[in-house]
């Protein structure tokens, strides 16, 4: 049979997985069926975000040990990678010296982003060596520009370049997106460029990625970054590390050295609140929070009462998810403090414990500060409490402990939530209030990075731009960005030449800047997805991952993967543990058998084709 042609657009991590799954999958086509699958994607395979020449200060946020691209332990995991390719701990740093120097990479290192990239590359290669004679691999160096449908099924995928793709199959994994400039964006742009020749260091980055574009800060300018996540830390960390400064002792006691390069950092966002730090990992590789309380069941059974009573089966996220979530919380909570463990059935949620729950989850209400300073020495003793916290571990730290169960109850949350799972009113509040928290107490930053933030504070080098409720305005008068904070006993104002957004776009298909997404609106091939009038970004899909069009109809031979169905799907960008289910390894599995299935009912409708060679090799063009 003729070799059918699969486009995979994007070859990051989950573009990856998905030629993972084709090559496990291939003994499931029909006999002498072949498949070309043409990768697209301008970097090196496997590694999308995490490319291997990023600076080595920008590091993951997950466990190296947790990491993995073979679930089912075929495989070397993140950690077992480095170890085997003489990767040893310097002082904080990492490098592949191999013999006794450095100490051993631990179970509980974070590693930089671009020693992933080079592991996630491995596994790309290790994939292209190990393909099964029927399938070929063409990577094609470029970047997909369109799709158009050309008729029973098939699309050529058209590249920017100028080839076009003939393609019977599409896989859509093109990870995370940037937005197309907001009117706050062009406001404080035409600022910027209205007044730079008052002020030659005014500078808006409404995006810090690649970080290279953190270059125009000037040396001994001041920046005001808007956030305190992930992103914020690598703002942070290439200000200072990557000019030249560094660090030196550990925990409590270090210290930054500052090479006189760095700008003066002022921090700020909508609530000023800082990313609480990882706690000290002792549930080992695969351990987790079992729940007993905000269950998979659980939400299942509020699903059929809805049903019964509402004749609708969408959930309340407040009113009837969140309880059980609080409930677990409690529950990881008490049996943190408790000398024996506490059976389920004999928990009670107490008015006490609920207090307890709903501080670490909004640590802000009912205080008010009198001023900047008593905000400040508020965000401060905030950040050493949680460090202590988080030293003490994920079982032994109550509050770890709790927060932990976020963590460990993310196929709960994807029950409620996924695919409509909650009314309209309810997503956008989920999406807009509740998300944000757990992102800030659940997923937060290595706790060495909330170290270094204490110790660039204690440096003078970050301090605060303003508290809860500020905002930016352009202050004219002196070209500069001001930070206007309301207090009782009057108003804070913090000037900055440059203003850095320092957070991740979430991916709504009408507000992409990818030429891609913007053409297949345009041709009707995708639709934003949407819970009823609200939109809270991604393409729509079906269960099975094949896109939706504008007419609501699944294409039958299109899926999408990832980032982009951030929306129907909840929480996609979680790389895959050891040893347990992961949704980034179901996706692409659930969606490549739907492909072979395909295939194999095309073959059996229409058998009469010719049979392709089998030499044919992997090509990587330019």
């Known amino acids: 049979m003729t070799a059918l042609q699969v486009a995979v657009v994007g070859m990051g991590p989950r573009g990856l997985s998905i030629l993972q799954r084709i090559s496990e999958l291939a003994g499931r086509l029909p006999a002498g069926r072949g498949l070309d699958v043409h990768l697209v994607d301008p970097g090196d395979g496997g590694q999308g975000a995490h490319s291997s020449r990023q600076p080595a200060h920008l590091l993951t946020n997950t466990v190296a040990s947790q990491v993995t691209m073979f679930t089912d332990g075929r495989g070397p995991s993140f950690t077992e990678w480095a170890a085997s390719n003489g990767y040893r701990e310097f002082d904080a740093s990492f490098h592949p010296t191999g013999g006794d120097g450095g100490r051993a990479v631990g179970e509980h290192a974070y590693l930089p982003r671009h020693i992933l ?3 996630l590359s491995w596994v790309f290669d290790q994939t292209i060596r190990n393909l099964p004679h029927h399938i070929r691999v063409v990577h094609h160096r470029d970047r997909a520009v369109d799709i158009e449908a050309r008729g029973g099924g098939a699309f050529a995928v058209h590249l920017a370049k100028g080839v076009a793709l003939p393609s019977d199959y599409v896989f859509l994994a093109t990870g995370h997106c940037e937005r197309i400039a ?18 030659p260091q005014l500078v808006y980055c409404p995006n810090p990625y690649p970080v290279d574009r953190l270059q125009e800060i000037a040396p001994g300018s001041s920046v005001a970054v808007q956030g305190f996540g992930l992103t914020a830390h690598d703002v942070i960390s290439e200000l200072t590390v990557g000019r030249g400064g560094r660090f030196r002792g550990t925990g409590a006691e270090m210290e930054y050295l500052p090479s006189g390069r760095e700008p003066q950092i002022h921090l700020f966002s909508r609530r000023c609140l800082p990313f609480a730090a990882r706690g000290v990992n002792q549930k080992g590789l695969t351990g987790g929070h079992r729940p007993q309380f905000f269950t998979k069941e659980a939400v299942q059974a509020l699903r059929e009462a809805a049903s019964r009573h509402r004749k609708d089966p969408r959930l309340d996220f407040e009113e009837e998810v969140l309880p059980l979530l609080l409930k677990e919380m409690g529950y990881a909570y008490r049996s943190a403090q408790a000398p024996d463990s506490i059976p389920p059935e004999e928990y009670e949620f107490t008015p006490a414990d609920r207090r307890v729950v709903e501080e670490i989850i909004d640590p802000l209400h009912g205080r008010e500060f009198k001023d900047q300073d008593a905000f400040t020495k508020f965000f401060l003793d905030y950040v050493e409490s949680d460090l202590t916290h988080a030293g003490l571990g994920n079982l032994t730290s109550p509050v770890k402990a709790a927060t932990d169960v976020i963590r460990d109850t993310r196929a709960s949350l994807r029950e409620a939530v996924e695919f409509s799972g909650l009314t309209p009113g309810s997503h956008r509040t989920f999406n807009s209030t509740y998300v944000p928290v757990m992102n800030r107490v659940s997923f937060g930053p290595p706790r060495h990075r909330n170290h270094q933030l204490l110790a ?76 009823g009038g609200f939109k809270p970004g991604g393409l729509d899909i079906d269960e099975r991952g094949r896109l939706i069009t504008a007419a609501g109809e699944p294409l039958r031979t299109a899926w999408a993967v990832g980032y982009p169905a951030e929306g129907p799907r909840f929480y996609t960008h979680a790389l895959p543990r050891h040893g347990m289910t992961s949704q980034f390894t179901t996706d692409a599995d659930v969606s490549v058998r739907d492909m072979i299935a395909h295939i194999r009912h095309r073959d059996e409708v ?10 044919r090799k992997p090509v990587s063009l330019p």
């Open 117 to 119: 990239g080079s592991y």
């Open 606 to 615: 229409n058998p009469k084709e010719t049979y392709a060679s089998s030499d």
């Open 456 to 531: 660039l504070f204690r440096a003078g080098t970050v301090d605060l731009a303003g508290g809860p409720g500020c905002r930016v305005v352009p202050d004219r008068d002196a070209a500069r960005f001001a930070i206007r904070t309301e207090y009782p006993e009057g108003t804070a104002i913090c000037h900055a030449d440059a203003l850095v957004i320092a957070r991740l776009d979430a991916f709504h298909p009408e507000r992409d800047r990818s030429p891609l997404t913007a053409n297949l609106l345009v041709r009707g091939l995708v639709r934003p997805y949407a819970n």
């Open 182 to 199: 907001t009117d706050e964006d062009r406001g404080y742009e035409e600022f910027a460029g209205e007044h730079a020749h008052r002020n």
